[in-house]
Structures are given as structure tokens and as C-alpha cells.
């Protein structure tokens, strides 16, 4: 009994002593005698008994944060902020209730995360971004402990702010894996406010890069359900665009149109699509044919929806308008092609051959005029369907009081178009067709005087 009382009264000594090691320690840290405290702290710290408590990692945080805030010790003492968060990490793992922070205060916590945060914002206005990013990133390690504690008014679940420029810096910084880490945390709860909407769409836009369908859909439905009214459609269409084949997306969109699925904003881009198909060089002719039509009914299809889009009425208008100008080099290559036979006729002095020989040259000749008279025939069908498409786009956007810069290019292209049609037109009829003439000539000069005036 008496062993065990000596026994009792040994830890209690032990108890108090260990205590007195750290008493001076913390006194100099409520004076805010930081480097005295330092000097205590050496001394409690050589002793191996307390080389492993939680309490000494307590006070080595509080006085190295300490440091770090203020400018000069943090220039007199470099390594200050590394040695403060090996201390936080510590005291951490020795003490996961972190209850010594809890009694004594979590005044370091605090000083790690306002320093890191003020030299975070200061690099980033130097556009600084990997400085700035690494000092937001020790903001949001120490904010995290600040708001999982509560230790701060705000009942937030984290620092939004910190967070959030974190994310920047590494965006800015041109490390893409890095801010997606951070935007997660903010999309996942759901942040709203002016501007976060750019948070959902990074991540859509992020998964579409890494080709992963299922986060980019769960991000989506994120940005869908906190920011319905955004445009998200073309983010869908991106997702198609970078991620699906050429054949992939004529399946889906033929799947979406015979389902309805397809909005006025979906055909035009889906057209899009279809329209750039021409760029790719392992196309032939054919193919590239068959997609360009496919542009022009989903480009239809669009304005079907909404005859007021003038987008895509212009669209179909420049794309017969597109086939127009290549039947129109065709036409000319036949001109070339006559100019050369006459030139290089044969001169047959023979009576006897001359009558064949004429007959021969007629045959290749006619053959040229003939291809240029189906090519004019279908050059004026096209114009027709060029100019009432072109007009439709016109006819929308002329009175329009305000004009997007995209409307202005627009409507002031159209009229160039359908006044060079018109003067396609008069040149096709003239000498032939009088009345016809002067009506297109008309039309030419209605155009004509339209170019440029639409600001």
C-alpha cells in the first residue's frame, strides 16, 4: 500500500514537473516575448522527457507561427514557417483532439493561416501564381482546422475565399490537376454567388479534357441544379465534339433527334459539327458532301425551332452559298479549258481531214459547254436557295435595336452575299432576259448600298 501511494506521488511530481518545464515557455507567449519563449522552449525541449509531448509541439507551433507572421522575425528566421507546420503536424499526431489548442488557444492556427493568406493575395497581384498557390495552400490547411473546430464566428464548413483562390493560383498557373483539387471542394458543396458559376463550369470543362464521362455528368448536374439558368448545352456539345467520333456523333445526334432531344441551341451546334468535317483531311469528297448536308438540316432544324435565329438561317444561306462558289470555279475551270482547246486547235489544211478533224474539236468542245450550261442551271438553283436563307438572316437582325459583335458580322455579310448573288444573277441573264436583268440588277444595288452600314 505504501509502494503503491509512492508510486502515485512519483507521476504526480513528475506531472508538475513536466508542467514548470513548459510554464516559462507559455508565460513569454502571453507577453508575446516570442524569442524569449523560444529560448525556453530550447531549454524544456533538451530535456528527453520532453522531447515527445504533445504540449512541447503545442508551444513550438504558437511561437514559429508567431515568427512567420511578423516581418522581421520571419526574415531573421527563414525557416520559420516550415519548422511552425512541423510542429502543427506533430502536435497534431501526438494530440489528435488537439485539446492543448483547445485550453490554451488556437492563436497559431490563426497566425498561419492570415500570414499564408496576406502573402498569398500579394503574390498573386504580382501574378506570381506557383508562390501564390503554395502560400493559399498552407491558408486552406490552417482555415480547414479553424472552421472543422469552430474556432471562428463563421459557420461555414470551410474558407471559401482561401479555397477559392487557391484554385486560381494554380489555374493561373497553368496546372490544371492542381486547381481541379480545390474547385472539388467548393463544387461539391454547392457554392453559389456572382461568378462561382465559372467554379462548375471549369470542372465540366476539366473532365471533358480528361475524357471522363462520369465526373463531367456529375459536375454537370452540379452546375445544372446551383445555376439552371446558365448555358450548359455547350458544354455538352464539347464533351461530343472532343471525346466522340465522327461517326460516334452522327449516331448520337441521329439518336437525339428521332428521340426530340435536341433543343434549337443543340442542332446549331451539332451543325457545327458537321460543318467542320470538311477540315478533316482523311474525308473524300463524298463524305465531306454528306456531312455538310447533315450541317444544313440541323442547321434547319434549329431555325425550325426558333425562326427568329438568325445564326442559323445564316448558316444554311453561307453553306449554298459555299456550294454555289464551288460550282462557280468549276464553271471557270471550263473556260480555261475552251480557251486552251481554241488555242491549241489543230490547223488540218487536208480538205479530207478537216471535216473530221472539225468534227472531233466540236465534240470536246460541246462536251465543255454542255457540263458549263448544267453547271449554270444548278449555280442559279443554288443562288435562289443562298439568297432566300441569307435574307432570312437579314431580314431579322436589320431592325434589331442592339446587336451582338457575332449579329453585326452576320447581317453585314449577308448583304455582302446576296449582292454578290444578284450580280451573279444579272451577268447569267444579261442580253437573254431583260425584265429579269434589271429586277436582279435591283436587288444587286438594294444590297450593294447596304455594305458596311450595319455598326
Not at 506533430?90 to 488556437?106: H, M
Not at 465522327?246 to 428521340?259: N, P, S
Request: hydrophobic share 35%; glycine share 4%; proline share 2%.
Amino acid at each position: 500500500m505504501k509502494y503503491f501511494f509512492s508510486l502515485l506521488l512519483s507521476v504526480a511530481m513528475i506531472t508538475v514537473a513536466t508542467a514548470q518545464d513548459f510554464k516559462k515557455v507559455e508565460t513569454n507567449v502571453l507577453l508575446k516575448k516570442f524569442e524569449e519563449a523560444k529560448t525556453e522552449l530550447d531549454k524544456a525541449l533538451a530535456n528527453p522527457k520532453n522531447q515527445d509531448k504533445a504540449e512541447g509541439f503545442y508551444w513550438k507551433s504558437r511561437i514559429y507561427a508567431a515568427f512567420y507572421q511578423n516581418e522581421a522575425t520571419r526574415a531573421k528566421y527563414p525557416n520559420a514557417v516550415e519548422e511552425a507546420h512541423a510542429a502543427f503536424q506533430k502536435f497534431a499526431e501526438l494530440e489528435p483532439t488537439l485539446a492543448k489548442a483547445k485550453e490554451k488557444g488556437p492563436d497559431g492556427y490563426f497566425d498561419m493561416y492570415s500570414t499564408s493568406f496576406n502573402l498569398g493575395i500579394n503574390s498573386f497581384k504580382d501574378k506570381k501564381y506557383n508562390e501564390a498557390s503554395k502560400e493559399f495552400e498552407k491558408a486552406v490547411i490552417y482555415s480547414d482546422y479553424i472552421f472543422k473546430n469552430k474556432w471562428a464566428s463563421s459557420q461555414q464548413p470551410f474558407d471559401t475565399t482561401s479555397i477559392l483562390y487557391c484554385a486560381y493560383s494554380f489555374q493561373n498557373a497553368q496546372k490544371a490537376d492542381d486547381a481541379a483539387k480545390y474547385y472539388v471542394r467548393l463544387a461539391e458543396s454547392k457554392v453559389t454567388g456572382e461568378g462561382f458559376a465559372d467554379i462548375y463550369k471549369y470542372m465540366v470543362d476539366y473532365y471533358t479534357k480528361q475524357k471522363n464521362k462520369d465526373s463531367f455528368e456529375k459536375y454537370m448536374a452540379l452546375g445544372k441544379e446551383v445555376y439552371p439558368k446558365e448555358n450548359w448545352e455547350d458544354f455538352e456539345i464539347e464533351y461530343i465534339d472532343q471525346n466522340y467520333d465522327l461517326a460516334g456523333k452522327t449516331a448520337l445526334y441521329d439518336q437525339m433527334d428521332a428521340a426530340g432531344q435536341l433543343t434549337e441551341n443543340k442542332y446549331l451546334q451539332f451543325g457545327d459539327v458537321f460543318i467542320t468535317a470538311k477540315n478533316d483531311d482523311a474525308l473524300d469528297s463524298a463524305s465531306v458532301d454528306k456531312y455538310t448536308r447533315k450541317a444544313i438540316e440541323a442547321f434547319k432544324k434549329a431555325y425550325e425551332k426558333n425562326n427568329n435565329n438568325a445564326i442559323a438561317a445564316f448558316n444554311v444561306g453561307v453553306t449554298y452559298y459555299n456550294y454555289f462558289n464551288m460550282e462557280d470555279e468549276k464553271f471557270a475551270a471550263n473556260i480555261k479549258k475552251l480557251q486552251e482547246l481554241n488555242a491549241n486547235k489543230p490547223v488540218v489544211k487536208d480538205p479530207k481531214k478537216k471535216a473530221a478533224a472539225d468534227a472531233e474539236f466540236k465534240t470536246k468542245t460541246d462536251a465543255v459547254k454542255n457540263e458549263n450550261a448544267a453547271i449554270e442551271k444548278k449555280s442559279m438553283e443554288l443562288t435562289d436557295i443562298a439568297a432566300e436563307w441569307l435574307t432570312k438572316s437579314y431580314t431579322i437582325l436589320k431592325d434589331k435595336a442592339t446587336r451582338s459583335n457575332t449579329e453585326k458580322s452576320v447581317v453585314n455579310k449577308s448583304v455582302d452575299f446576296i449582292a454578290n448573288i444578284y450580280y451573279y444573277k444579272m451577268g447569267r441573264v444579261r442580253g437573254k432576259d431583260a425584265k429579269l436583268f434589271d429586277q436582279y440588277e435591283a436587288k444587286y444595288k438594294e444590297f450593294d448600298a447596304l455594305h458596311g452600314t450595319f455598326k
